[in-house]
């Protein structure tokens, strides 16, 4: 019987006033020349997700599980943020990466 993992995906739009705001690290160290796009990927990977977006961590996933970030993907506009309780692979079918769901609807 296969295991039921609980996966989730977020995209965090680029080139807003979310993604431009003034993000503070856990580590203070020297600013460096980044993109917006690229100092919040750097935010989501030093675990500054759940205070940025405090509501797509709520009770609707159960307590026991603990979701990890996995990966981040960059599109043009946008940044995908995989995350789950072990690394796994996406079925492209429901996924709400353009990139993937589109090549789906196109051929039906």
């Given amino acids: 019987m296969k295991k039921i993992s609980t996966q989730q995906e977020v995209l965090l739009l680029t080139g ?6 003034q993000l503070s690290t856990k580590d203070e160290l020297p600013a460096k020349k980044l ?3 690229e100092k919040l990927e750097e935010a989501c990977w030093n675990g500054l997700l759940p205070e940025m977006l405090p509501e797509i961590f ?3 996933i159960k307590p026991d599980k603990k979701l990890y ?11 995908e943020l995989e995350m789950g309780e072990y690394p796994e692979e996406k079925d492209n079918y429901f996924s709400i990466d353009p990139y993937s769901f589109l090549a789906f609807r196109c051929s039906n």
């Fill in 16 to 21: 807003t006033n979310f993604s431009g705001r």
């Fill in 35 to 37: 993109t917006d796009a």
């Fill in 58 to 60: 709520t009770d609707t």
């Fill in 69 to 79: 970030l996995w990966q981040v993907k960059e599109g043009a506009s946008f940044l």
